[in-house]
């Protein structure tokens, strides 16, 4: 199977995780991309969806299911999104699409993250892809330089020959050579650099469940 044959297949599979009668968190990117189009085969049996990202926003709409503001949602009882990396215990890298912030808000009004994700996006440990990090952008180059300072390579993330600016206004950088050995420990110091938005490790708002797709088939690992 392609890449793209086991994203739909994880997309389809996440439905059975979807409550109907509630409201569903969604996440950005090319998997999720999958599940929402599988989503609206059933949009009639739900309310509709809070959304991680403008991009997401935009093709929830166009197949006809409502998107709420999240500040109206109290909380979901599941959040699906994609990953760029996934270790053996939930903890994720992602940001890949830029939209870590709004996927890390949703995430935590959520009582159950799903990771769709392809075989090759599980990790013994977290690192390899580059971090992406989300930053106001006066504090760009200091948050680059203590990233050197742990022995990592920060660049700003380009868009059209200009840095990135995500759905907040903000830039985005990207963080290559860095061992994540304790993705708690390290998501909790580098949240409280000054200047930094959202890091891009998803280790406190971990998955409890990755629908994994694999050449014999959707494999579920819980955390
Ligand atoms: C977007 C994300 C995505 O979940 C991550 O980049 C995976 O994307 P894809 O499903 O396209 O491989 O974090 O910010």
Same mark, same amino acid.
């Given at each position: ?21 509630? +409201? ?16 609206? !085969?059933?949009?009639?049996? +739900? ?25 109206? &949602? ?5 959040? +699906?999104?994609?990953?760029?990396? +996934? ?5 994720? &890298? ?19 993250? &799903? ?14 892809f580059p971090l ?7 504090? !760009?180059?200091?948050?680059?330089r203590q ?77």
């Open positions: 199977m392609t890449q793209d044959e086991l994203k739909a297949l994880v997309g389809q599979a996440a439905l059975k995780y979807v409550v109907p009668g509630e +409201i569903v968190g969604v996440g950005t990117g090319s998997t999720v991309n999958k599940f929402i189009d599988a989503l609206a !085969t059933m949009k009639d049996q +739900i309310k509709g969806a809070v959304s991680s990202s403008e991009a997401s926003t935009v093709r929830l709409k166009a197949l006809g299911i409502p998107v709420f503001d999240s500040n109206e &949602v109290e909380s979901l009882s599941v959040y +699906i999104d994609g990953a760029d990396e +996934i270790d053996h215990q939930g903890h994720m &890298v992602k940001g890949g699409g830029a939209a870590l912030t709004r996927e890390k808000i949703v995430a935590a009004q959520s009582k159950q993250f &799903v990771c769709i994700a392809d075989e090759s996006k599980l990790v013994d440990a977290l690192g390899a992406p990090v989300e930053v106001i952008p006066m504090a !760009t180059a200091r948050v680059m990233f050197a300072a742990m022995g990592g390579q920060a660049v700003v993330r380009q868009k059209d020959g200009q840095p990135l600016v995500t759905d907040n206004g903000q830039h985005i950088v990207d963080v290559k050579g860095l061992k994540i050995t304790d993705p708690v420990a390290f998501e909790t110091e580098v949240s409280q650099w000054p200047g930094v938005v959202t890091v891009g490790v998803f280790a406190l708002q971990k998955a409890q469940v990755c629908l994994l797709g694999t050449a014999a088939g959707v494999k579920t690992l819980s955390y």
